[in-house]
């Protein structure tokens, strides 16, 4: 006996809506390939990278793991068409094949997990726990602006977290790089001109090397008589590591972190420079621009990047010269005054 499944008034025919069998199979096999930690650790590194690839001798340090055990999960991912390699002398390099790349966008993008800090509880994973912790962020963030509407700090806030996203890895403190993010745009967009501090702004295309430099040479030397931001027309997910040890010894690295280029940035600022980016900046009516042709450090030697400190040390010094005339700055660069 045939027993009849269909619900009263229902007209079987055709499931012209459901996904082609053979597709379903090929999205099944994609996701198949995916569903493992260290692959989806091994997407975010190469996505993240600003050369869009990475070399299989990066990779072994994503976990304790072997070359092998990397080179296997490599091979899965290359056999789905999610990568694509090429040797290059004795290494071989995988950059993301271009019919993947949204999909893996989206994954890192939506699904990626974010680790909380302490101030917003222990990590937690899923995209409904990072959806309730930036209603949170943004009501905490609405109650220390009040003269800006609601809804404003909402979509930048929860805009802000989207944009780092995009280029962050996949252990990287979303939540806590978005609050201090979004505080940043929020005083931008808060800002009085007439009553407030000059604010520069550094642009490069990383803002992982020159513009995060040049900022923090302005807070070494003017303090909080100055307000220096940085940005990027296409911001790597960390901050070059020689540019990062320079940093360090100006004690300015705790802040540091590459952030997009926003247009409320461009509109708070007195004066913008850009380095090296082109001419990605908007043109705003009583803002200066200036352009430093200075060095890339993550193309630098150790001798290099130390010429290129040197170089944007004495642009900071002038730009300063003119922004806050009477403040004392060192003759020997990277001092501090007395």
């Known amino acids: 006996m045939t027993l009849d499944l269909a619900p009263a008034g229902c007209t079987p025919g055709p499931a012209t809506r459901a996904?082609?069998?053979?597709?379903?199979?090929?999205?099944?096999?994609?996701?198949?390939?995916?569903?493992?930690p260290l692959r989806v650790r091994i997407l975010s590194l190469i996505s993240a990278?600003?050369?869009?690839?990475?070399?299989?001798?990066d990779m072994t340090e994503l976990g304790d793991v072997s070359q092998p055990t990397v080179s296997h999960h490599l091979k899965v991912l290359r056999d789905a068409?999610?990568?694509?390699?090429?040797?290059?002398?004795?290494?071989?390099?995988?950059?993301?094949?271009?019919?993947?790349?949204?999909?893996?966008?989206?994954?890192?993008?939506?699904?990626?997990p974010a680790a909380l800090d302490g101030a917003h509880g222990e990590p937690r994973g899923g995209l409904l726990d990072v959806d309730d912790v930036l209603t949170r962020l943004a009501?905490?963030?609405?109650?220390?602006h009040p003269g800006l509407p609601r809804e404003l700090v909402t979509a930048v806030t929860r805009e802000s977290y989207a944009a780092l996203a995009r280029t962050a890895t996949v252990s990287t403190h979303l939540v806590s790089l978005t609050e201090r993010f979004a505080r940043q745009r929020l005083a931008d967009l808060g800002r009085d001109r007439a009553a407030s501090r000059p604010q520069v702004l550094f642009v490069c295309v990383a803002n992982a090397g020159?513009?995060?430099?040049?900022?923090?040479?302005?807070?070494h030397y003017a303090g909080d008589r100055v307000v220096a931001r940085s940005a990027g027309s296409t911001p790597a997910a960390q901050l070059h590591p020689s540019v990062r040890a320079v940093l360090d010894d100006l004690?300015?690295?705790?802040?540091?972190?590459?952030?997009?280029?926003?247009?409320?940035?461009?509109?708070?600022?007195?004066?913008?420079?850009?380095?090296?980016?082109?001419d990605v900046c908007p043109i705003v009516p009583g803002v200066r621009y200036l352009d430093w042709q200075v060095g890339d450090p993550a193309l630098a030697s150790v001798e290099g990047v130390e010429a290129i400190r040197a170089d944007i040390d004495a642009r900071?010094?002038?730009?300063?010269?003119?922004?806050?005339?009477?403040?004392?700055i060192p003759t020997t660069p990277g001092s501090t005054t007395s």
């Open 49 to 57: 990278s600003p050369q869009g690839e990475s070399c299989v001798c």
């Open 316 to 328: 900071v010094r002038e730009l300063l010269s003119t922004l806050v005339p009477d403040l004392s």
């Open 19 to 36: 996904i082609d069998p053979a597709l379903a199979v090929g999205v099944a096999t994609t996701l198949k390939a995916l569903a493992d």
């Open 210 to 219: 020159r513009s995060q430099l040049a900022a923090a040479l302005v807070a």
């Open 139 to 144: 009501t905490e963030l609405a109650t220390q």
């Open 81 to 112: 068409g999610v990568l694509t390699s090429e040797r290059r002398g004795t290494w071989v390099w995988y950059r993301i094949t271009e019919r993947s790349r949204p999909a893996v966008t989206a994954l890192l993008d939506s699904f990626a």
């Open 251 to 278: 004690e300015i690295a705790p802040e540091a972190f590459p952030k997009p280029l926003t247009d409320d940035a461009v509109r708070a600022a007195d004066v913008v420079i850009t380095m090296g980016c082109g």
